[in-house]
């Protein structure tokens, strides 16, 4: 059994699944959030990873802080420090090795919603 792994950059650890610890349901959990979608979107788009500030979202601080945390023990997300950033990366590969198509069908839906309702 793989244990969670720790992405360490001088001196801060962060904790992350490794992807036999995946749980379908907690990826759907992770990603059925409009922030947590928004995050996903960006990085997405953006195809590299991009620090916190990059993100503009309309809540707090804290609350931004919760939906990373939420993509990260989730498997969504890998977050590394570089300096006083804190990077973040979609963990594209191992999400379509573990649930096939699941990613690009959120994304694929996400887009088709906002063209639907007039957003994005």
């Given amino acids: 059994m ?4 720790r992405a360490r950059t001088g001196g801060r650890t962060l904790d992350h699944p490794a992807p036999a ?21 960006t990085l997405e788009a953006a195809g590299s990873e991009q620090p916190c500030s990059v993100f503009d979202l309309p809540v707090s601080k804290s609350t931004s802080t919760h939906h990373f945390r939420v993509l990260r023990e989730s ?29 690009d069908s959120v994304l694929v839906a996400a887009h088709r919603q906002d063209e639907r309702l007039g957003g994005g």
């Fill in 75 to 103: 498997g969504v997300i890998s977050q590394t420090y570089r300096g006083t950033a804190k990077m973040n990366e979609l963990r594209r590969d191992d999400l379509d090795a573990l649930f096939p198509g699941l990613l």
């Fill in 2 to 5: 793989q244990t969670r792994t």
């Fill in 21 to 41: 610890q995946f749980r379908l349901e907690s990826v759907l959990h992770a990603l059925s959030d409009p922030m947590r979608l928004r995050i996903v979107r």
